[in-house]
């Protein structure tokens, strides 16, 4: 079972979408995430949101004119999801069982993004795996970005994975490290609780 699935009971779709809806009433930026991918590949290149939820950021990536696929396992966020865009390719599954192939679609992605806590909320033993899969989905010379948070203040569950063990799953998946940010409004990393990674293959 998913920290995620043991935190939430994948029932929380309706009111996690609630809670960035009342964030963008209340004029905070909910795009970030969005804005952060934008600057790292052209209009139009192909986008895997892993984990991607209630679609925040794929829908706003498909506004913006990218290619986009959402993949999430928690089939309450999906049906926000598909509710908001059902024109927008969503997939229910597990990131660690994931095979473009399977599902229809090619692997080639230009970006993969993995926003939300993605990596410490997945199911223990399962990162290697789901790395893995994610860098066999992107194209040579493609992007995986990751943002979760490393420490108590940072993460709705105990911290489960360190930036040096994330590090290790990517070089085992044959990416390479090229940089790495303290948020997604792309401020240096100085050593804190919450880090957005980029890794190419």
Same mark, same amino acid.
């Given at each position: 079972?998913?920290?995620?699935?043991?935190?939430?009971?994948?029932?929380?779709?309706?009111?996690?979408?609630?809670?960035?809806?009342?964030?963008?009433?209340?004029?905070?930026?909910?795009?970030?995430?969005?804005?952060?991918? #934008?600057?790292?590949?052209?209009?139009?290149?192909?986008?895997?949101? #892993?984990?991607?939820?209630?679609?925040?950021?794929?829908?706003?990536?498909?506004?913006?004119?990218?290619?986009?696929?959402?993949?999430?396992?928690?089939?309450?966020?999906?049906?926000?999801?598909?509710?908001?865009?059902?024109?927008?390719?969503?997939?229910?599954?597990?990131?660690?069982?994931?095979?473009?192939?399977?599902?229809?679609?090619?692997?080639?992605?230009?970006?993969?993004?993995?926003?939300?806590?993605?990596?410490?909320?997945?199911?223990?033993?399962?990162?290697?795996?789901?790395?893995?899969?994610?860098?066999? #989905?992107?194209?040579?010379?493609?992007?995986?970005? #990751?943002?979760?948070?490393?420490?108590?203040?940072?993460?709705?569950?105990?911290?489960?994975?360190?930036?040096?063990?994330?590090?290790?799953?990517?070089?085992?998946?044959?990416?390479?490290?090229?940089?790495?940010?303290?948020?997604?409004?792309?401020?240096?990393?100085?050593?804190?609780?919450?880090?957005?990674?980029?890794?190419?293959?």
């Amino acid at each position: 079972m998913s920290r995620w699935k043991e935190l939430t009971g994948e029932t929380s779709g309706e009111d996690y979408a609630a809670r960035f809806a009342a964030l963008a009433r209340s004029g905070r930026d909910v795009h970030g995430e969005a804005r952060f991918c #934008a600057a790292l590949v052209p209009v139009g290149a192909r986008v895997l949101d #892993a984990g991607c939820g209630t679609g925040r950021v794929m829908i706003r990536l498909a506004e913006l004119g990218y290619d986009c696929v959402g993949v999430d396992l928690d089939a309450s966020m999906l049906a926000v999801a598909q509710k908001q865009a059902p024109g927008l390719p969503w997939f229910q599954l597990d990131l660690a069982a994931f095979e473009p192939d399977l599902l229809g679609i090619a692997a080639d992605f230009d970006l993969v993004v993995a926003a939300g806590n993605i990596f410490p909320l997945l199911a223990a033993g399962t990162e290697v795996t789901v790395v893995k899969r994610l860098s066999a #989905a992107l194209r040579p010379g493609g992007l995986m970005v #990751a943002g979760f948070g490393l420490d108590e203040a940072h993460l709705p569950v105990p911290p489960s994975i360190t930036l040096a063990e994330y590090d290790d799953c990517c070089a085992d998946a044959g990416l390479t490290l090229v940089d790495r940010f303290a948020t997604w409004d792309a401020d240096p990393y100085d050593g804190g609780g919450y880090a957005v990674s980029v890794h190419c293959r």
